[in-house]
C-alpha cells in the first residue's frame, strides 16, 4: 500500500516475483532490486514498512527470505526512503490483537480493517498489507 504526501492512499496490493525462483540467484535479486525500485520511484512512498527478519522452521527458507530483505532494504536505501521495521509479533498484535495469530486471521483482519469481502489474496499479500496497517497504527504515535 504506497502512501505519500503527495497522493492518497492507494488501495492497491499484490505479491512481486517469480514463482518458485530462489533469490539466492543474482539474477533473481537483481530481478527484484529492479522491481522494488520501480515501485518505489512510481510510488514515492515516504515510509517504507518491512517486516523484520524472523526464523523459519527450514534453514533454507529463512536464508531466502533474509537475502530478499536486505535487497528490499538496500533498494529503499538507495531511493532515500524512510525504513521502518516491526516484528512478526507487532504486526500479529496490532491487526488481530494477538502476536501469535495465524496467517488466516491476519488475513481476516486486515479484510475487516480495509472492509474488503475478502482477504487480499495470496496470504502474503495480506502479510504485506498487515504491515502497512501497523505502520499507519503504531508508526504515527
Known amino acids: 500500500m504506497p502512501f505519500s504526501r503527495r497522493t492518497r492512499p492507494q488501495a492497491?496490493?499484490?505479491?512481486?516475483g517469480p514463482a518458485g525462483l530462489?533469490?539466492?540467484?543474482?539474477?533473481?535479486?537483481?530481478?527484484?532490486?529492479?522491481?522494488?525500485?520501480?515501485?518505489?520511484?512510481?510510488?514515492?512512498?515516504?515510509?517504507?514498512?518491512?517486516?523484520?527478519?524472523?526464523?523459519?522452521?527450514?534453514?533454507?527458507?529463512?536464508?531466502v527470505l533474509g537475502h530478499a530483505r536486505g535487497v528490499i532494504l538496500l533498494a529503499g536505501a538507495q531511493a532515500d526512503t524512510t525504513i521502518a521495521e516491526y516484528s512478526?509479533?507487532?504486526?500479529?498484535?496490532?491487526?488481530?490483537?494477538?502476536?501469535?495469530?495465524?496467517?488466516?486471521?491476519?488475513?481476516f483482519m486486515v479484510a475487516q480493517l480495509l472492509r474488503l469481502k475478502t482477504p487480499p489474496q495470496p496470504a502474503d499479500a495480506a502479510d504485506g498489507v498487515a504491515v502497512a496497517l501497523t505502520h499507519l497504527i503504531r508508526g504515527r504515535r
Open 22 to 63: 530462489t533469490v539466492l540467484a543474482g539474477v533473481t535479486s537483481a530481478l527484484l532490486a529492479g522491481s522494488v525500485a520501480a515501485l518505489i520511484a512510481r510510488h514515492e512512498p515516504d515510509v517504507l514498512a518491512v517486516e523484520e527478519a524472523f526464523h523459519a522452521k527450514n534453514v533454507r527458507t529463512t536464508l
Open 88 to 107: 512478526p509479533a507487532t504486526i500479529k498484535k496490532t491487526v488481530t490483537g494477538k502476536g501469535a495469530a495465524l496467517k488466516p486471521q491476519v488475513g
Open 12 to 16: 492497491r496490493y499484490g505479491v512481486d
